[in-house]
């Protein structure tokens, strides 16, 4: 026999789950949060990541000695290991020597938020850009640089509205555009103010353009702030000359 309370339960069942996940969402950043795609594979290892691969040519290189040694071919499998150690070295050697335009978006956005963290404005003013625009919610043409370094300024350097006693940047993912000029990045950042206020989490959408070989920030956009959830009420679309 149908039991009529099922719909009943059934919705209340949704409308539960429904609260409990938009409760967590305030605490954690949801996964429907916009986020950057992962770098291209082959240039990740080789020149950001390059660890795995240089442990993956020495293991060849064990290897290859193991082999030939148990074949009775020491000297050629000690030639084998060698190629395969110092393709390693070289993988390594490459990465140091070159830094990617991802890369260097990735510690620009480190520089950016250490700047505002210690609510520097000399260092903040040479990261943006004179037309740089932060967005917050209900505000259609966005805060200015000066209004931007004067709330810096006035709210979290000492003794201001949310002085900062220290900070952690927890994750950042970058792309660069097509371009080559146009960049954003993802700043999933934990600061811990000055008092006895527990660590605050935020996450933050960065539009990066070169700018005479160094990139400056010309859009910020506020996504998630830990206790208020999703802050954001702009569209993220790719932006131009992207």
């Not at 609260?19 to 986020?35: E, F, G, N, R, V």
Request: proline share 8%.
């Amino acid at each position: 026999m149908l039991d009529r309370r099922q719909p009943l339960v059934w919705s209340i069942s949704v409308m539960t789950d429904a609260k409990a996940w938009a409760q967590l969402d305030i605490l954690q950043p949801p996964p429907t949060l916009p986020s950057l795609p992962q770098p291209p594979t082959l240039s990740h290892l080789m020149l950001e990541s390059p660890i795995p691969l240089s442990i993956a040519a020495i293991a060849l290189a064990l290897a290859a000695w193991a082999v030939a040694n148990r074949l009775g071919r020491a000297r050629q499998g000690l030639i084998a290991a060698a190629g395969f150690a110092c393709l390693g070295l070289v993988v390594v050697g490459v990465s140091f020597a070159i830094r990617t335009p991802r890369e260097q978006v990735i510690r620009a956005t480190e520089a950016l938020v250490d700047a505002v963290a210690r609510a520097d404005d000399p260092a903040l003013s040479e990261w943006l850009g004179e037309d740089v625009r932060l967005f917050v919610r209900g505000s259609r043409s966005g805060w200015d640089k000066p209004r931007i370094l004067g709330w810096v300024h006035e709210s979290l350097a000492q003794g201001g509205t949310y002085a900062v006693a220290g900070h952690r940047v927890s994750d950042v993912q970058a792309e660069v555009g097509p371009s080559g000029e146009v960049a954003r990045s993802r700043a999933d950042v934990v600061v811990t103010p000055v008092g006895d206020l527990p660590p605050t989490r935020f996450v933050c959408m960065l539009t990066w353009r070169l700018d005479a070989g160094q990139w400056r920030l010309v859009e910020i956009d506020p996504l998630w702030l830990q206790g208020w959830g999703e802050i954001s009420d702009r569209d993220m679309l790719r932006p131009q000359g992207w």
